[in-house]
């Protein structure tokens, strides 16, 4: 450690990417989640103005699933999906189309059929996530093109999480813009750089995990994905990332009941929660909360490092 | 006082109106020195570069580098601070309510800030000068590389407190969950409780005593070229 430079100007890395999240306690706020959210969202604008997204928990019907796909070609591509798809199942199914987005309502039993099929016969559709509840819209573009293209300012749900993206480690594209979609219902944002993808990019694919991109945090989201298929909970899953993952992230991650934040042992990457009756909501800046409802009386604080804070509901 | 609203008002206008009243002040004129800064509601950089004995309050949380550069103002807020309180601020007085976020007072070269809730990572990283008081406790990597200047802890420390640091005094309170690379506890001797008392007199301190503390310091044993340790380096 000697010879260290007397120039040394403190910090390290600052500024890349924004992430925010809202988990809402009180069911009344549901209505409010997409505006909220959108808003937060577009006060971390600065942060990184690459790309975004949001990964939105809305309404759920029983025994129905619904699968987010996007494609540069809508028009063509979700009018042969519609078209080709639904003899394929034998049945019916919904198809609700938002610009370069569509969600398929499908029986939660078809799922992995109607995945299959549009892997293998619909190579220009990305499958964007798919859940009981989870819907993701992104795209490239600063967060306030990308809230009015979706509409995602008039989205309700339980809660979401949301990221604007300044690329590091994968190119601007959809695909490299988060959140993250590995498991059913599970989603990611990450504001950091890991350093060890690669390599355990490799051995999931070793086990049978399929990657879209070359990009770090897919890695993340797959790897806590593989540990809940194992049946653990998020929580653990996420224990387990503190011995597995090496490099920078602050993660916010959401499941179909649950929200979590991590941090690395180093905690770079700047993180602040805040906690009313009402919503537990993260932002990369205290800025990004401000427009809560009762800020002022809520509990405001810096998450530790390496230690995991998750709630459900 | 005068009173300036960024709810109403850009940043930019905040900062070039105090540092043409710092300007009017150097320069002997009459300005406004009293300032009460309204809604920063998590603004960056508000009131940096202040270099004139102004004295202005913040009534809110403010977002990163608040108060950076200071020379000679006084800088209250009333409420927590971003990363980078007061970085390189070079004299005067910054002091928060709450708490401060990462590497408050880094690299500062003088001056006294006084953090009354707690300050988070690297807290007085490469401090070179400056004299820093927390209330509160002080997270993971604090005083790192730091070189001139005291860090006062009254709450604990977290890991590798001081880590490869040089010729910076740190006296914490209450634990230190761990010492970094050639930081180690240092006997509290008179000159040390002296300073010590004087600090905590500066920051309204009345009810701790010095000879409580404990000072930790660097062993000098990285930074002296030793050609014995060779293999170290």
């Known amino acids: 450690m000697a010879g260290h430079s007397r120039f040394f100007s403190g910090s390290g890395a600052r500024n890349v990417c924004g992430i925010v999240g809202l988990f809402l306690k009180n069911p009344s706020l549901r209505p409010e989640l997409g505006a909220r959210l959108s808003e937060m969202l577009i006060t971390m604008s600065d942060r990184g103005p690459d790309s975004a997204g949001i990964a939105i928990y809305g309404q759920s019907d029983s025994g129905k699933s619904k699968v987010t796909v996007q494609s540069a070609n809508p028009a063509d591509d979700f009018s042969a999906l519609s078209n080709q798809l639904g003899p394929q199942l034998g049945k019916e199914f919904q198809i609700d189309i938002n610009d370069t987005h569509a969600v398929l309502s499908v029986e939660s039993s078809d799922v992995q059929f109607v995945k299959q099929a549009i892997q293998e016969q619909f190579s220009t559709l990305r499958i964007m996530s798919s859940g009981e509840a989870v819907e993701i819209y992104k795209e490239v573009g600063p967060p306030a093109e990308v809230v009015h293209r979706f509409g995602l300012n008039q989205m309700s749900g339980s809660h979401g999480i949301g990221h604007t993206r300044m690329a590091t480690e994968s190119a601007v594209t959809t695909l490299g813009a988060h959140p993250f979609s590995t498991g059913p219902d599970q989603c990611l944002v990450h504001n950091g750089s890991l350093s060890n993808h690669n390599n355990l990019r490799r051995q999931l694919r070793r086990a049978g995990i399929h990657f879209e991109t070359e990009n770090d945090t897919e890695v993340a989201a797959a790897y806590l994905s593989s540990r809940i298929d194992c049946g653990v909970s998020l929580g653990d899953a996420l224990e387990s990332a503190l011995e597995d993952l090496d490099g920078f992230y602050t993660f916010v991650v959401s499941t179909r009941n649950g929200f979590g934040v991590l941090r690395d042992p180093i905690a770079c990457k700047p993180a602040v929660l805040a906690e009313t009756d009402d919503y537990v909501a993260f932002g990369s800046e205290y800025r990004a909360l401000v427009a809560l409802p009762n800020i002022k009386q809520a509990t405001v604080w810096e998450p530790e490092p390496a230690i995991v804070y998750f709630w459900e509901h | ?233």
């Open chain 2, 1 to 233: 006082m005068a009173t300036f609203d960024l709810a109403a008002c850009p940043l930019r206008e905040l900062n070039a109106e105090l540092h043409r009243q710092a300007a009017i002040v150097r320069e002997g004129g009459a300005a406004e020195q009293q300032w009460e800064i309204l809604n920063p509601r998590g603004s960056h950089a508000v009131a940096v570069g202040v270099d004139a004995p102004l004295e202005i309050t913040v009534r809110g949380n403010v977002g990163y580098y608040c108060g950076g550069m200071n020379q000679s103002g006084t800088i209250r807020i009333e409420g927590s601070a971003g990363p980078g309180l007061g970085e390189n601020m070079m004299s005067g007085t910054i002091s928060v309510s709450g708490n401060a976020s990462q590497y408050a007072g880094a690299t500062g070269r003088g001056g006294l800030l006084v953090i009354n809730g707690n300050a988070s990572s690297r807290c007085g990283i490469s401090m070179k000068g400056i004299d820093i008081l927390v209330r509160g406790n002080v997270g993971h990597m604090s005083a790192f590389l730091a070189q001139a200047g005291n860090l006062v802890v009254l709450g604990d420390a977290g890991d590798s407190l001081g880590d490869s640091i040089y010729e910076a005094r740190v006296f914490v309170l209450g634990q230190v969950k761990s010492l970094g690379a050639d930081c180690i506890k240092k006997e509290m001797r008179k000159e040390h409780i002296e300073l010590l008392e004087s600090l905590l007199t500066r920051a309204g301190i009345s009810d701790m005593k010095a000879s409580d503390f404990t000072r930790y310091g660097s062993a000098r044993e990285l930074y002296h070229f030793d050609v014995d340790r060779f293999d170290a380096y």
